[in-house]
């Protein structure tokens, strides 16, 4: 039987529209963009959810409502995958998730809980800290600052900008819960680098929700925090190959 995760977070729609530019405009010194072809597909919580989903796991969504109007949408060159821009549109739109609504959760149904927190607002600290004290495997992918809100999560993964912006805030007891990515090179966990063989990178957008996920799907399966941390390094190189967010 397939392991059961409950995702939580803020989600979004990522548009990525590919094409040429061969001339700037006569009006104004700018390139003008050629549209060839586009993609569209959830992102934030919504990929993380998807990434589960395409590791074979059943996988349900908590998240903000009317996330579909919330875009990120990049102007990328077809041949060179340059991005031009990325323009967002409707950032006021995203809705808190409510006390309530995570009250009504059946949290003993799932394996696991990831929470995929971009700091949008959806997710306060207290929520993540209610969150994570009903279920005993809390994976967190948090934007905040570290801190005590943090204490009962199982394992915390977030980048070495995110860890260094955080640093003074996490104690010996953190440390031990943290895995922090390190691009290219892999990532660190209690004193340790799991690194990534050298690969052409493409786009690196939504990398870091495939770790989440897979790390998340992995240890759901083995209980084991190595296995799971090679897993993920593995899916993450494969999607960094691909452009656009994509899926495992």
């Not at 700018?30 to 959810?49: D, H």
């Not at 959760?105 to 997710?123: A, F, M």
Request: charged share 25%.
């Amino acid at each position: 039987m397939s392991n059961r995760i409950l995702v939580i977070g803020d989600s979004c729609k990522d548009v990525f529209k590919y094409g040429t530019c061969n001339r700037l405009s006569p009006e104004a010194p700018v390139p003008i963009f050629n549209l060839i072809s586009s993609t569209e597909n959830g992102g934030m919580a919504a990929n993380v959810k998807n990434n589960i989903a395409s590791l074979g796991c059943n996988v349900d969504i908590c998240t903000n409502r009317g996330w579909e109007s919330i875009t990120k949408t990049r102007l990328i060159d077809l041949r060179t995958n340059h991005m031009f821009m990325r323009l967002d549109c409707n950032e006021d739109k995203y809705r808190k998730i409510t006390k309530n609504t995570l009250k009504n959760i059946d949290y003993n149904s799932y394996d696991c809980v990831v929470i995929s927190d971009y700091n949008k607002g959806v997710l306060s600290e207290e929520n993540i800290k209610y969150i994570s004290q009903q279920h005993p495997l809390v994976f967190l992918d948090t934007k905040k600052i570290i801190g005590d809100f943090c204490n009962d999560i199982f394992t915390i993964k977030i980048n070495i900008h995110e860890y260094q912006a955080s640093k003074q805030n996490i104690n010996a007891e953190l440390e031990d819960k943290i895995i922090v990515t390190l691009g290219h090179k892999g990532c660190r966990y209690r004193g340790v680098v799991y690194p990534v063989p050298k690969t052409e990178v493409k786009d690196v957008s939504g990398a870091g929700d495939t770790f989440l996920a897979a790390l998340a799907v992995e240890y759901s399966r083995s209980a084991s925090i190595e296995k799971a941390i090679i897993f993920a390094n593995e899916c993450a190189t494969k999607v960094v190959q691909k452009r656009g967010v994509s899926i495992i």
